[in-house]
């Protein structure tokens, strides 16, 4: 399974990489997408919005069944990876380049301090 360990991850399955310039990138894993099988469709939060830690900001929806995506950090999305509307597929081919979801401008740069590294999500998702 892949994790690659630039990456910083949530117990709901959220993969982060900060980008460097108070942005993140934000994503779903390959555990993920394994659970869910092949999306169908996927719901973007809206350039400009607020979101929350932990609040549901995003849908991924498979044939397996629908589930949310939860902000892994407080920010405002700066931008949504718009071409997963026709080719949701993305997500299960390239989970952690094409098929990215959205970006955030942080709100508080210390929340990146409570994700987890790739070895602890990996113990956490029994993989």
Known sequence: MELPERLKYTTTHEWIADN???TVT???TAVATEQLGDLVYVELPKVGASVAKGASCAVV???KAASDVYAP???EVV????DLGANPGEV???PYEKGWLFKLKLKNRAELGELMASDEYAKAAGV
Do not use: K, M, R, Y
């Open 79 to 82: 931008a949504a990876n718009e």
């Open 61 to 63: 929806e498979s044939t």
């Open 26 to 28: 934000v994503g779903i």
């Open 73 to 75: 950090l407080s920010g």
């Open 92 to 94: 299960n081919a390239s």
């Open 20 to 22: 460097g310039d108070g």
